[in-house]
C-alpha cells in the first residue's frame, strides 16, 4: 500500500509540474512544454492575451481608448512575458511603462494621474487608498486628492 501511494503521490506531482509549466507557456512566455503543438499553444496564448486587454481596459477606459486601435497590440506587447497581477495592477504597471518611455497619452496621463492620488501602489503590493491629502501627475496632468474625494486640477498636454 506504501508503494501504491507513493506512485499516486508522484503522478500528482508530476502532473502538477506540467500544469505550472502550461500556464507559463500560456501566460507568462514559458517555453512551449514537451507534448504541446506550438501553434495551437500561440494560438491559445494570444486568446488569452487579448482576454486579458478587454479586462484592463475595464478597469483603464481612458489608458485603452486614448490608444484606440493600438491599444490590443501595445498591451499584448507589453504583457507577454508577464503573468496576471489582476486587471487593475496591470493597467496601472502599463501606464507607468507608457510613461517611463514618454509615450503615455494624455488621457492615459491623466487616468494614472487620478489614480496615483487616489491610492498608494509600489508594484508590487495591491493599491491601498491614500489616506492623507496627496498629488498625483503623469505627461503634465496633475490630481490632487483631499479628504477621499480625487479632483483633476490640470489635463494632461495635448499635441497641438
Same mark, same amino acid.
Not at 81 to 96: E, K, V, Y
Not at 119 to 147: E, F, I, K, N, T
Given at each position: 500500500m506504501d508503494d501504491l501511494a507513493a506512485r499516486q503521490a508522484e503522478r500528482v506531482d508530476d502532473l502538477a509540474a506540467?500544469? !505550472?509549466? =502550461? %500556464?507559463? /507557456?500560456? %501566460?507568462?512566455?514559458? &517555453?512551449?512544454?514537451?507534448?504541446f503543438a506550438p501553434a495551437p499553444l500561440a494560438a491559445a496564448r494570444t486568446a488569452l492575451l487579448r482576454k486579458r486587454a478587454g479586462e484592463v481596459a475595464r478597469h483603464w477606459p481612458l489608458l485603452a481608448a486614448s490608444l484606440g486601435a493600438d491599444w490590443t497590440a501595445t498591451f499584448a506587447g507589453w504583457a /507577454?512575458?508577464? &503573468? $496576471?497581477?489582476?486587471? =487593475?495592477?496591470?493597467?496601472?504597471?502599463?501606464?507607468? !511603462? =507608457?510613461?517611463?518611455? @514618454? $509615450?503615455?497619452?494624455?488621457? @492615459? !496621463?491623466?487616468?494614472? !494621474?487620478l489614480r496615483e492620488a487616489? /491610492? +498608494?501602489?509600489?508594484?508590487? +503590493?495591491? &493599491?491601498? &487608498?491614500?489616506?492623507?491629502?496627496? =498629488?498625483?501627475?503623469? @505627461?503634465?496632468?496633475?490630481?490632487?486628492?483631499?479628504?477621499?474625494? %480625487?479632483?483633476l486640477l490640470r489635463p494632461a498636454r495635448r499635441a497641438a
Open positions: 506540467r500544469q !505550472a509549466e =502550461l %500556464v507559463a /507557456a500560456l %501566460v507568462a512566455g514559458g &517555453p512551449v512544454p514537451p507534448g /507577454a512575458g508577464r &503573468p $496576471t497581477q489582476g486587471s =487593475l495592477r496591470d493597467g496601472w504597471d502599463l501606464a507607468r !511603462a =507608457l510613461r517611463d518611455r @514618454g $509615450t503615455l497619452p494624455p488621457l @492615459g !496621463a491623466e487616468e494614472l !494621474a487616489g /491610492a +498608494r501602489y509600489d508594484g508590487r +503590493r495591491p &493599491p491601498r &487608498p491614500r489616506r492623507l491629502p496627496s =498629488l498625483g501627475r503623469a @505627461g503634465g496632468a496633475v490630481a490632487v486628492q483631499v479628504a477621499g474625494r %480625487v479632483r
